[in-house]
C-alpha cells in the first residue's frame, strides 16, 4: 500500500459513455498528479495540481477533465474517448518543499486499466 | 525535451543471476528517482539519488548516481523471480517539481 488509493481498478466504456477516475491520497501531500501509460511509451503527464491549482495541463485533450476539490482528492471526468485513449491511468501525489529534493518522490497508485470501445 | 535513455529495454535472465541496468541523459540532474512496476500496478518508488557520485544499496539492489550526476545504474545481485518488473528512472529538473520518466527495462526473471 502505497497511501495512494484509486477506483475503479478497470473501466470499459463505449465512446459516447461519460465516467470519472477518482483518485485519493491519505499521504498529507501537497501536490497530486494524473499519469497516462500506453504500452511502448513512456509516463506521459496529463495533470498537475499544487495545493488544489491546476499548474501543468499537458496539451491534453478536452475530453479528458480533471477536478482537485481538496489536496486529498482528485478525479479526471471522461467524456467521448476514443479507442486511442485506452491505457492505464496512474494517479500520484508528493509532499513538494522546493528546499528537499526528497519531497519531490511521488507515490502512484495502482491505477486504473481502462479500455474504450 | 530532456529525455531520459534506459537501457536495454528488455532483460531476460536466469534466477541467481546478476544484472546492471542503466539510465542516461544528456543534461544534469538535480535528483534521480528509481521505481518498480508491477503488471497491473502502478510505479513503486525504490530510491532517491541527490548527489553526484552517490551508491545506495537496498538489499540485493545497488543504485549509483554518476559523478557528472547525468547517468545511473541499477545493479541486482542473485536476481529472484520477484525482481520481475518494469524499472523506471525518473529526473526532475532544477526549480521544478515534475518528472520526466524514461521507457524502463523491462525484467524476466525465470525460476
Known amino acids: 500500500e502505497t497511501g495512494v488509493t484509486q477506483t475503479p481498478r478497470h473501466l470499459v466504456m463505449g465512446m459516447t459513455n461519460k465516467k470519472s477516475l477518482k483518485c485519493e491520497q491519505h499521504l498529507g501531500h501537497n501536490a497530486m498528479y494524473w499519469y497516462k501509460q500506453s504500452a511502448k511509451k513512456p509516463l506521459e503527464l496529463m495533470f498537475v495540481?499544487?495545493?488544489?491549482?491546476?499548474?501543468e495541463n499537458n496539451s491534453v485533450p478536452s475530453r479528458f477533465s480533471p477536478e482537485c476539490p481538496n489536496s486529498s482528492h482528485l478525479f479526471l471526468h471522461l467524456h467521448t474517448l476514443q479507442p486511442e485513449d485506452s491505457a492505464l491511468y496512474l494517479c500520484?501525489?508528493?509532499?513538494?518543499?522546493?528546499?528537499?529534493?526528497?519531497?519531490?518522490?511521488?507515490?502512484f497508485g495502482p491505477g486504473t486499466r481502462l479500455t474504450v470501445t | 525535451t530532456q529525455l531520459l535513455e534506459q537501457s536495454p529495454q528488455f532483460l531476460s535472465i536466469q534466477e541467481g543471476e546478476n544484472l546492471t541496468v542503466y539510465c542516461n541523459s544528456s543534461?544534469?540532474?538535480?535528483?534521480l528517482q528509481w521505481y518498480r512496476q508491477e503488471p497491473g500496478e502502478g510505479p513503486v518508488l525504490l530510491v532517491t539519488v541527490v548527489t553526484g557520485g552517490e551508491v545506495k544499496k537496498l538489499k540485493r539492489l545497488t543504485f549509483q548516481f554518476g559523478d557528472a550526476r547525468k547517468d545511473s545504474s541499477l545493479h541486482i545481485t542473485a536476481a529472484q523471480p520477484g525482481d520481475t518488473g518494469l524499472y523506471l528512472c525518473?529526473?526532475?529538473?532544477?526549480?521544478?517539481?515534475?518528472?520526466?520518466f524514461g521507457k524502463g527495462t523491462k525484467l524476466s526473471v525465470i525460476p
Open positions: 500520484a501525489s508528493s509532499q513538494n518543499y522546493q528546499t528537499d529534493s526528497r519531497s519531490y518522490e511521488q507515490y
Open positions: 525518473a529526473r526532475h529538473g532544477a526549480g521544478s517539481y515534475q518528472l520526466t
Open positions: 543534461s544534469v540532474f538535480s535528483s
Open positions: 495540481y499544487n495545493f488544489k491549482e491546476q499548474t
